[in-house]
C-alpha cells in the first residue's frame, strides 16, 4: 500500500483529508508541526509528502529545504495562498508540485498519482526513443552533452564524471530535453509530458524546476528561447 506522510496543523483539515486519502487505498501518516514532520519523514519510509505552507514550529518550506538534502522523495505542497509567494518558495525549496488549499480532492489525487508516476519511473530503466515516459529496450543509451552525461538505461547522470542526484521530476525534465536534443520545448508540452497535466497549467512549476536543474548540470546547459519555451544545448 502506497504510504502518504500528511504535515498539515488544521486538525479539521488534516482529519478530514487523511480519511478522504485512505478511502482512495492510501496509508496515511500525519503530523500537527513542521518539526514533528521534520522527524516523522526522515524516521519513516514515505512515498510522498504533503506538505502544508505554513506550519507552527518549522514551516513547510523549511521542512521540504531539509528534507532535500538527504532525500528526492517526491513532494507535494499545499499553500492557502493564491498571490504565488508561496507556490514559489515551495518550488524553489524542492517541492515537485502543488495545490492550493481550499484542496479539490479529485485534483489532489490526480497530482499525488503523478507524482507517484514519476517516482515510480526514476526507478524504472527507460529508454530515450519516446520522450521521458519510455520503456527500458533497445533504445537506450548513454548520452553525452559536454560535460555532462545521461545514462537512459541506468537513470543515471554524470557531470564531469561526477553523479547528480536528481529528483524524480527534474530526472524526468532532464530526460525530456535529451530526447529532444537542440529542439525547443514548449512549456505546455513539458507540463504534459513531465508533470502529466491534461491542462496547460501554472508554467512556474517548469521555470523553477528548469533552475533547480540548471544549478545542478550547468546553467548553460538549458538554453531560454524567449516566448517559446527551453532547449538542451547539444555542444
Known amino acids: 500500500m502506497t504510504s502518504l506522510l500528511l504535515v ?3 486538525t479539521v483539515i ?6 478522504a486519502l485512505e478511502r482512495y487505498g492510501y496509508r496515511v501518516t500525519t503530523a500537527a508541526d513542521g518539526l514533528d514532520g521534520l522527524e516523522a ?12 505552507v505554513m ?7 523549511s521542512v521540504c529545504r531539509s528534507i532535500r538534502e ?20 515551495g518550488l524553489e525549496g524542492g517541492a515537485d508540485d502543488y495545490v492550493v488549499k481550499p484542496v479539490d480532492l479529485p485534483v489532489l489525487v490526480a497530482r499525488i498519482r503523478s507524482l507517484l508516476r514519476r517516482a515510480t519511473f526514476a526507478r524504472t530503466p527507460a529508454g530515450p526513443g519516446t520522450g521521458a515516459g519510455a520503456g527500458a529496450g533497445a533504445g537506450a543509451a548513454v548520452l553525452e552533452f559536454g560535460d555532462l552525461s545521461v545514462d537512459t538505461g541506468a537513470l543515471e547522470v554524470r557531470r564531469a564524471g561526477r553523479r547528480v542526484e536528481l529528483s524524480p521530476t527534474e530526472l524526468r525534465l532532464l530526460l525530456e530535453f535529451a530526447a529532444h536534443p537542440g529542439i525547443v520545448l514548449e512549456r505546455a508540452t513539458l507540463l504534459r509530458n513531465v ?9 512556474r512549476v517548469v521555470d523553477l524546476c528548469v533552475q533547480r536543474l540548471r544549478r545542478k548540470i550547468g546553467a548553460e546547459r538549458v538554453e ?7 532547449k538542451l544545448a547539444v555542444t
Open 8 to 10: 498539515e496543523d488544521d
Open 14 to 19: 488534516r482529519t478530514s483529508l487523511g480519511m
Open 41 to 52: 519523514a526522515r524516521t519513516g519510509d514515505h512515498d510522498l509528502l504533503l506538505l502544508d
Open 55 to 61: 506550519l507552527p514550529g518549522l514551516d513547510g518550506i
Open 70 to 89: 538527504t532525500s528526492q522523495v517526491p513532494i507535494l505542497m499545499m499553500s492557502a495562498r493564491g498571490d504565488g509567494l508561496d507556490i514559489v518558495a
Open 195 to 203: 508533470w502529466d497535466y491534461g491542462w496547460d497549467g501554472d508554467s
Open 224 to 230: 531560454t528561447v524567449r516566448g517559446f519555451g527551453y
